[in-house]
């Protein structure tokens, strides 16, 4: 009888082992010390869009939030995008993030399709729509950040805003039409702070940086058009961002990011 029960408990830490590591394939290596990449400017007019999805619910998302303000910081005008959406299927379990979202989960997950991934996760990173980073390992994700700058935009995407009491008028110019292709608009909010009260992160102040509140798509039929989309709450130019990138939306990859400093 006791060999049957230290045989099932061997294998339930067995199972559980191996469930750690197949939904966070790269967390042994977040936690381990590596030397720094240096993320380097191309001259091919590469880019790098990095979508972090995060939660204030959990407890490994505070370092991935950390590590994207940092490299923020040290991308020096680089072409380098950064966007943070907060999924919602923490809320559940303790703390409801106010910057949630069922949009931002199911943005998630059409990643995991896309990428053909069994399981969704946070901290995760997606580069250009066509890699992932799990976890929050600064040499690893600098690392997948200047392997994507190396990449030439062969697409191009030029947004120009106006804003009126409601809306934001936004005019764009490519030269990418593919009925496979969408422009996305991120809303963002540069900074954040939150006062976590419940949940894995009770007790903390958590600081958040490119807070994506809206994200609208539209089709692209014509090489030059108009779209509009609500200003957001509380807005002023200086604390405020557009971002917008074209997708395919069959592929999840992403040929081409700009943005677009509001202006009141």
């Known amino acids: 009888m006791k060999n049957r029960i230290f045989l099932f408990l061997a294998i339930m830490l067995s199972g559980l082992f191996f469930l750690n590591c197949f939904m966070f394939p790269e967390m042994e290596l977040s936690e381990k010390k590596a030397a720094k990449t240096e993320i380097k400017s191309t001259n091919n007019k590469g880019f790098a869009i990095v979508e972090l999805f995060t939660s204030e619910g959990c ?4 370092p ?6 940092k490299l923020q ?4 005008g680089q072409n380098i995008y950064f966007l943070a959406y907060h999924v919602d299927y923490w809320d559940r379990l303790g703390w409801k993030d106010q910057f949630s979202s069922a949009e931002f989960t199911n943005r998630q997950q059409h990643y995991k399709d896309w990428l053909n991934l069994y399981v969704m996760y946070t901290p995760q990173f997606i580069i250009n729509g066509n890699a992932e980073f799990a976890g929050y390992n600064e040499a690893a994700l600098s690392q997948k950040i200047a392997d994507a700058l190396k990449t030439k935009q062969i697409d191009t995407l030029k947004l120009t805003t106006h ?9 764009f110019e490519t030269n990418s039409v593919d009925k496979n292709k969408k422009i996305f608009i991120a ?17 903390n102040t958590l600081n958040h940086v490119q807070i994506v509140k ?3 798509s539209f ?4 090489k030059e058009g108009n779209v509009t989309i609500t200003k957001p709450e509380n807005y002023n130019a200086t604390n405020w961002q557009l971002i917008g990138f074209i997708q395919n939306t069959s592929t999840g990859k992403i040929s081409v990011t700009t943005k677009a400093d509001l202006k009141s």
């Open 163 to 171: 804003s009126d009491n409601d809306s934001i008028a936004i005019h």
């Open 73 to 76: 910081l040290e991308s020096n």
């Open 59 to 62: 407890s490994s998302c505070p």
């Open 187 to 203: 809303t963002i909010l540069r900074k954040g702070i939150s006062k976590v009260q419940r949940g894995e992160n009770k007790g």
């Open 64 to 69: 991935a939030d950390e590590l994207m303000a």
């Open 214 to 216: 809206e994200l609208k």
């Open 219 to 222: 089709s692209i039929s014509e």
